[in-house]
């Protein structure tokens, strides 16, 4: 088809293109004689027409006329012509096969068959039904009538054979086969032999009542002429003459109506078979050209009247199958290289002459023009091959199964013992394609280089052709890879896409260097933009090499990006301006407000992201192989994004600053703060993102051999660091100034709150500031971002807690002002942790605030509160010391429920310190229930007096009546004062000892304990007071409290005697 091919695919059916190859066409006077063939054919019909096939010859000789493109007067003419000729002789080739289940007509059960057939030419008329029961030598002349072999002694006998039987009118004519039984003259002791059973007993007596030598009638069979098709091929009943055994068999026949002597020129000058072969290629031509969606997609599939007619013309001409099918393949071979249909259709041709082939059925000039064929065919095929993208369109439908089909249909024909035996040296289609698809593809790319050269020869104008070309290289390397690839590995074993790529990479890397040698530092920005598009083309089409089998050779794109290094330095510079001004233009444009429902930041922040994700773009797409090269691009790119980081910054306050001066509320103002905050917060985390998005870990890896990891770090980390701490401070700036238009508030409503009336609640005292607070920290928080909102809560906290210990430090404490206070302090403590959606409580729980809260506690606490603290404190302070620094005491004690008794067993004290003269002690252990205004009626109870000891045995008991409740309460326990007795002077203190009423044995039992017995010792190492204590002191201040004075006073006498220094 080569290039005038092309054309049928955009021609529609019918169309005659000037440039089509016409080659199948035939001039008039072979169109004329083929005609006068086909016509002749139709008007000697023979045989009932099948059900699929056109019986009407008037649709027959219609359908010709098309087909043969014959106006009505030419078919007139040569209609009248065929007429005239004499008429063929018509013959019945009837072929006998077998038969079965045969009657056994000898002594042994078997018959030794054979048939007699020919045709009766008087078998209508009266006496019709006589005849049909009559044998053939009876009916039909001797020299007319046609034997079979005899086979001897079966039932199933197989014979085979075929004989051709002239008749003149096949409405009269009927064909007749009688099937006999063979017997010759055997002695009676022979047939004795075969005697096998009281049947073949029988068979002797009836055999010799009859003539010796004489046949028996085995059945027969009898069919008209006009009730067989052109072609039949089935089984027969065989027909009795009598009643008697009318089961007697069935018969294989076979038959064929064909002619002899047809008087057609073509038919006396030309073989068969070559007659066919025109006739198929004209007829099927003609199919193709009607076909309604166009040759390409026409299958093979002829319609009835062109089936007929071509079925009628082979069994007339007795082809046989081998030859029919040898006419088909060199008819549809030859149109398929004119008119391009579904390949597919030679699939059957090429299976069925390989298993019909057999080249002693050949004559020479017939293998001669077979083996043309396959090489055509093959010359042909290879040929579209080498232009498939030209011949097989992707947006062409079924392009694909049309290339699939040929190629299967190239590989199949290769394989054939036809092709091995007529064609030698045997093509090796697999390199044949291989190379076809090389030279293509070298062709497709000049043309497509050629298209797209631009009018106008400059720079800029190369490098946009370049990049057009660059496309379509790379389009076409997809197309191989992802859809022809599969085609070529299924049927040839052959790597399109890898031949492909090697070519088209080899003629893109010396076709881009030629146009790029003008390239210098001092191109124009139009020429460095076209050259970056050719870059990331290019780029692309070498990331296609990871797609390429196992390569040991460098490929010639290896090293492009050196062709672009002139160019860098634009390329960057471009994304820097292009960046920087639309961040300039987007801070210029931002109104300052959320610019969605559920964000708080504005505009410009986004125009920001996008500027970025530009810039890192660029990065990607530059892909820079050379790592050293690749590092200073990054450092400059950098740079850059800080650069307009900081300068973002700068603007975005200028511009709240310029709107806030025509605007005189300050609670916009306030707004405006808090998105600027929100927008710098924002572009910090773009800056954070930066090394993972500009992937600098791929970096410093890739650049380990050239860069030092110290030099990675000081120049790109520190870059970003410097940046980064730069926006904090920006931030800080604007938290801070927003934090210092509350702070001033939260100020005055505390001082408000420390000099209202002691009279009123402290709930109602710091309302005003709570509601100054929800008010004005709910409008902050839904304009801040949570970290920016955290951070101006932090600042404001660390005011208020400064500002609470100033209103407590301002005058002596009353229980009511600090009651105030500390209510204060809890509110806001919730407030700002707002049930975890502000500070968390780390946070919040400050030394400052620790401190704060626990005095403001001690001080909002009653009297007798703090006194109960003070016991709670001088437990703990029991619990935690294990030192016996100033000696122990050990007891028993014991609680029964029942009497709502205490039993307390003082066993002895120890290492004593010596408060004597005489190096010892006179010491004595003093017991008290504390606080004492909780046990008011219990005594205090004493020891006897031990002298001169430093380790004194009591073993004294002790009963105290006391409530199981009050044992519970905070801070009661059993005071043990171990006292040095002196007579002349107070009581030297020995030490102190706390024991918790809270874990008494037997409080929490429900039943008593037998006996203290079996209570556990418990020793108490000896403590002294503190000498300053913030309890004493609040309760010292408390002076119309005499209860408050009384202990204090106590406690004071023991402090005295304490040897704790601090």
């Known amino acids: 088809m080569d290039a005038a091919h092309e054309t049928p695919l955009g021609t529609p059916p019918g169309d005659e293109s000037p440039e089509m190859d016409l080659s199948h066409r035939f001039t008039k006077t072979e169109l004329t004689l083929l005609y006068e063939e086909v016509l002749y054919t139709i008007l000697h019909r023979l045989g009932k027409p099948e059900h699929h096939h056109v019986a009407d010859s008037q649709e027959l000789y219609a359908y010709v006329q098309k087909a043969f493109g014959m106006d009505a007067e030419e078919h007139r003419v040569i209609m009248q012509q065929v007429k005239e000729l004499e008429s063929p002789i018509f013959c019945l080739k009837a072929t006998v096969k077998e038969a079965k289940g045969i009657l056994g007509k000898d002594v042994s059960g078997f018959s030794d068959p054979y048939c007699l057939l020919g045709i009766d030419t008087k078998s209508q008329g009266p006496a019709h039904k006589r005849r049909m029961k009559a044998v053939v030598k009876d009916l039909i002349p001797e020299d007319q009538i046609h034997r079979t072999q005899v086979i001897s002694q079966t039932l199933s006998p197989v014979w085979d054979e075929t004989f051709i039987l002239e008749f003149e009118d096949m409405e009269t004519a009927s064909f007749h086969l009688d099937m006999w039984d063979s017997d010759v003259v055997e002695s009676v002791r022979h047939k004795l032999g075969e005697l096998t059973d009281l049947h073949g007993l029988k068979r002797i007596f009836k055999d010799a009542r009859k003539d010796k030598g004489q046949d028996d009638f085995l059945g027969n069979v009898v069919l008209r002429l006009k009730d067989l098709h052109c072609w039949d091929d089935r089984w027969y009943q065989l027909e009795p003459r009598t009643e008697t055994y009318p089961n007697r068999g069935q018969c294989h026949l076979q038959f064929l109506m064909t002619h002899k002597k047809r008087a057609t020129t073509s038919s006396r000058t030309q073989p068969s078979y070559t007659v066919h072969r025109h006739l198929l290629q004209q007829l099927v031509s003609y199919e193709i050209l009607q076909h309604q969606a166009g040759s390409i997609s026409w299958d093979g599939e002829l319609s009835?009247?062109?089936?007929?007619?071509?079925?009628?013309?082979?069994?007339?001409?007795?082809?046989?199958?081998?030859?029919?099918?040898m006419a088909q393949w060199l008819a549809y071979s030859k149109l398929y290289q004119s008119l391009e249909f579904n390949s597919n259709c030679l699939l059957h041709q090429i299976t069925s002459i390989e298993y019909q082939w057999a080249q002693e059925r050949l004559r020479p000039e017939q293998k001669a023009e077979l083996a043309e064929s396959f090489q055509s065919l093959l010359t042909y095929g290879v040929s579209l091959i080498r232009r498939y993208r030209i011949i097989f369109p992707l947006s062409v439908p079924r392009s694909l199964e049309r290339l699939q089909s040929l190629l299967r249909v190239l590989l199949q024909m290769c394989k054939m013992k036809a092709f091995h035996e007529l064609c030698t040296?045997?093509?090796?289609?697999?390199?044949?394609?291989?190379?076809?698809l090389k030279s293509?593809?070298?062709?497709?790319?000049?043309?497509?280089?050629?298209?797209?050269?631009?009018?106008?020869?400059?720079?800029?104008?190369?490098?946009?052709?370049?990049?057009?070309?660059?496309?379509e290289v790379i389009g076409d390397l997809q197309q191989c890879q992802k859809i022809w690839n599969k085609f070529f590995i299924n049927t040839l074993k052959l790597n399109v896409f890898f031949i492909a790529y090697l070519e088209l990479e080899s003629l893109v890397a010396e076709h881009v260097q030629e146009q790029l040698r003008e390239v210098d530092s001092s191109m124009s920005k139009p020429t460095a933009e076209s050259l970056f598009q050719l870059y990331m083309n290019l780029q692309e089409l070498y990331r296609m090499k990871n797609f390429l089998p196992n390569r040991d050779k460098p490929l010639a794109l290896s090293n492009f990006h050196q062709w672009f290094k002139e160019a860098v330095p634009q390329w960057l510079q471009k994304a820097y301006t292009i960046a920087l001004e639309r961040a300039q233009r987007a801070v210029q444009m931002d109104q300052l407000t959320p610019f969605g429902e559920h964000n708080k930041h504005s505009t410009s922040t986004v125009d920001l992201s996008t500027c970025y994700a530009q810039i890192v773009k660029t990065w990607q797409q530059l892909n820079w192989p050379d790592p050293e090269e690749a590092f200073m691009i990054m450092v400059k790119l950098v740079e850059d994004m800080c650069k307009i980081a900081l300068m973002y910054c700068r603007l975005i306050k200028e511009r709240a600053e310029a709107l806030s001066l025509s605007e005189e509320k300050e609670a916009e103002a306030a707004n405006r703060l808090c998105i600027v905050v929100n927008n710098i917060k924002q572009l910090r985390l773009l800056i954070l993102k930066l090394p993972s998005q500009l992937d600098w870990a791929q970096l410093e890896q890739r650049t380990g051999d050239v860069i030092a990891q110290q030099q990675f770090q000081h120049t790109l980390h520190c870059q970003l660091d410097s940046t980064v701490s730069c926006l904090d401070h920006e931030i800080q700036d604007v938290v801070q100034a927003l934090a210092t238009k509350l702070e001033k508030g939260i100020a005055r409503h505390i001082q408000e709150l420390s000099s209202s009336s002691d009279t009123q609640e402290p709930e109602d005292s710091i309302s005003p500031l709570m509601k100054f607070l929800e008010s004005e920290l709910q409008y902050l928080n839904e304009h801040l971002v949570q970290e920016n909102f955290k951070s101006l809560l932090a600042l404001l906290w660390h005011h208020t807690l400064a500002?609470?210990?100033a209103a407590t430090e301002q005058q002596l404490p009353s229980v009511q002002h600090s009651k105030k206070l500390h209510c204060a302090l809890k509110s806001l403590e919730l407030c700002f942790h707002a049930e975890g959606c502000g500070l968390p409580l780390e946070t919040l729980h400050t030394s400052t605030f620790l401190s704060l809260e626990t005095h403001l506690a001690l001080c909002s606490s009653t009297s007798r509160q703090l006194i109960q603290k003070y016991f709670s404190n001088r437990l703990q302070q029991q619990r935690d010391t294990s030192l016996e620094k100033y000696g122990a005491v050990t007891i028993k004690a014991l609680y029964r429920p029942s009497e709502q008794k205490l039993r307390v067993e003082v066993l002895n004290a120890a290492n004593l310190i010596p408060l004597d003269s005489n190096g010892s002690s006179d010491p004595f252990v003093q017991l008290t229930l504390e606080p004492r205004h909780e046990f008011p009626e219990v005594v205090a109870r004493t020891t006897q007096c031990k002298r001169n000891e430093l380790h004194p045995l009591f073993d004294e008991a002790f009963d105290f009546l006391i409530p199981p409740e009050k044992c519970r309460q905070e801070g009661a326990c059993l005071l043990l004062t171990v006292f040095d007795y002196d007579t002349l002077g107070a009581n030297d203190l020995e030490g102190e000892a706390f024991f918790p009423l809270c874990h008494l044995p037997g409080l929490d039992a429900k039943e008593d304990q037998a006996a203290t017995a079996r209570v556990p010792q418990t020793r108490l190492p000896l403590t002294h007071p503190k000498p300053t204590d913030e309890i004493l002191r609040l309760l010292e201040s408390r002076k119309g409290d005499k209860e408050a004075q009384a202990f204090v006073k106590l406690r004071k006498q023991r402090a005295k005697q304490s040897k704790e220094t601090q």
């Open 304 to 325: 009835r009247h062109a089936s007929t007619v071509l079925y009628l013309h082979a069994t007339q001409k007795d082809l046989s199958d081998f030859h029919q099918v």
């Open 425 to 436: 040296p045997n093509p090796d289609l697999t390199q044949m394609v291989s190379t076809a």
């Open 440 to 471: 293509g593809t070298t062709e497709w790319f000049h043309m497509k280089q050629q298209h797209l050269k631009p009018m106008v020869k400059s720079m800029e104008e190369n490098g946009k052709a370049l990049s057009r070309l660059l496309l």
């Open 803 to 805: 500002v609470l210990s």
